[in-house]
């Protein structure tokens, strides 16, 4: 799952994202995870990804949500809420070192309700995360 503005990976500030997008990077991860239902979701809206864990929060077929939220990661309460709320758990992940990032992005407001923060490998992260969850 991944917030705002990660529906331009492979363009948005390369030197900082990478050159690759979502598209390479799933179909990556389910060639390596033939095994792992991988589904997708992305909204640059807090209340539609807020609205996305409650829908798989309590579903027993999700084992977990690997969650890159953006911006939102350093400033929304209601996701962090959101993440607390429901059963399954979540693994935080960002492509870029949060902590060598401006000052802002340094504090996760998700973080202490993760399972997890994974962050710094790229798209790698993503597959970190997953494998956290198996």
Do not use: W
Not at 98 to 126: D, K, M, N, W
């Amino acid at each position: 799952m991944n917030g705002p503005n990660l529906n331009l990976l492979g363009r948005r500030e390369p030197g900082i994202y990478g050159n690759a997008g979502m598209d390479e990077c799933l179909e990556n991860l389910k060639v390596r995870y033939p095994m792992v239902d991988i589904e997708y979701f992305q909204s640059n809206s807090e209340g539609a990804l807020i609205d996305e864990l409650h829908r798989v929060g309590f579903d027993a077929a999700y084992a977990g949500v690997v969650l890159n939220a953006g911006a939102y990661t350093h400033t929304s309460l209601a996701i962090a809420d959101a993440i607390a709320a429901i059963a399954v758990p979540v693994v935080e992940v960002h492509i870029s070192n949060i902590q060598s990032r401006e000052p802002i992005r340094h504090t996760s407001l998700i973080a202490p309700v993760c399972r997890g923060s994974i962050a710094g490998f790229g798209l790698e992260s993503y597959r970190l995360g997953i494998e956290s969850l198996l």
